[in-house]
Every structure is written in structure tokens, then in C-alpha cells.
């Protein structure tokens, strides 16, 4: 996690390391409160049922939205909440301590919206999503699908940073196509 923790944070993460989910849960209370969340987004993923941020924030009158259409939402309303959203929370399928990105992987409830959306995207990563080079995560890919997971999706969303940009006039411009501010909790 060391290797990771360094590269991300030279790549635009602010970096947090969390011993256990409390430390984890108080850390997001803390950016949602700082930054006057009112609305936060998350996927529907593993991580959230040890890191319970729903009962957390909701406790403090912010509002949390899972971002899936098993939750009884469309298409369209899904877009719109994430658009309103403040803050998006995901979990990572896989984080590469070699470029220090964040790998989310599509599948039934899961929205890449919550990492593109809000104005602040935070990742939380447990030591086991770690992996080493981008070389791991395509032979972690194809070991999946020799074991029998046959949907490997039509895209993997790499999130190396804040969104960034140098399309006018070659100036670099952070937060344009994406979020401005990102947060790495790394769990564990």
C-alpha cells in the first residue's frame, strides 16, 4: 500500500490511510461536512457493507443515494442524481501501486457516473484490491473469465487523479471532464 499511497498522491489523490472502516467513515463524514455535501452518490459494491457510510452521513441530514436501477430509479433519474450529487463514493475493483489509478469494473449495479459526475469522487481501497502493474489486473481479467465470469464488460474505468485536460491552447486545466478532487482511503 506504501507504493500505491506514493504514487497517487503524485498523480493528484489526496491520500488517506485508514487503519480500520471507523477511521474510513469518519475521514468521508469529515470531506462531507467540510464541503457542505447535501447529496452523495455511491456504488453498489462490496467494500460499503464493512465501510457503512449510508447510516453515517444520513445521521448528519446528508442524503445518500446507492447508484443503481435495482434501487427503483430509471436511467435518467439515476444521470440527474449524480449530476446534483456533491460527492461520489466507489469502492476499486483493483488499485495499481504501479501508476497509482484506481480500476472499476462495469456490472449490474454499478454506475460510472459516481466517479465522473460529482465535483469530489472518493475510492475507498481495501489492501486486497491492490495489485502491483497494469500486467495483473489483465491476467487478474482473464483469469475471471477462464474461471466462468463470461461479462467482462464493455469498458474498465482507469481513474488516475483528478480529471485533467490541456485542450485549450495546451494550458493544463484540472476539473473539466470530471472531478476536480479526488480522495484515496486506502482500509487496512
Known amino acids: 500500500m506504501g507504493k500505491l499511497a506514493d504514487v497517487a498522491q503524485l498523480r493528484g489523490w489526496r491520500v488517506y490511510r ?21 447529496l452523495v452518490v455511491r456504488s453498489d459494491q462490496e467494500v460499503f457493507q464493512s465501510v457503512p457510510v449510508d447510516g453515517s452521513l444520513s445521521g448528519m441530514g446528508v442524503e445518500v443515494k446507492v447508484m443503481a436501477q435495482a434501487w427503483g430509479l430509471s436511467r435518467e433519474e439515476l444521470r440527474q442524481t449524480a449530476a446534483r450529487a456533491d460527492i461520489g463514493i466507489t469502492g476499486a475493483d483493483y488499485a495499481i501501486a504501479e501508476t497509482g489509478s484506481v480500476v472499476v469494473l462495469p456490472r449490474q449495479g454499478l454506475s460510472r457516473l459516481v466517479s465522473l459526475a460529482p465535483p469530489i469522487h472518493v475510492a475507498v481501497v481495501r489492501t486486497q484490491d491492490v495489485v ?13 473469465y477462464h474461471q466462468g465470469d463470461r461479462d467482462m464488460g464493455s469498458y474498465m474505468n482507469f481513474i488516475t487523479g483528478p480529471s485533467r485536460t490541456a485542450d485549450i491552447e495546451a494550458t493544463l486545466v484540472i476539473g473539466v471532464h470530471g472531478p476536480r478532487d479526488v480522495h484515496l482511503v486506502l482500509l487496512g
Do not use: H, M, P, Q
Open 132 to 144: 502491483e502493474n497494469l500486467e495483473d489486473v489483465f491476467i487478474l481479467r482473464r483469469l475471471a
Open 18 to 38: 485508514a487503519s480500520n472502516a471507523e477511521e474510513a467513515l469518519d475521514y468521508i463524514c469529515g470531506l462531507a461536512t467540510s464541503s457542505s455535501a447535501k
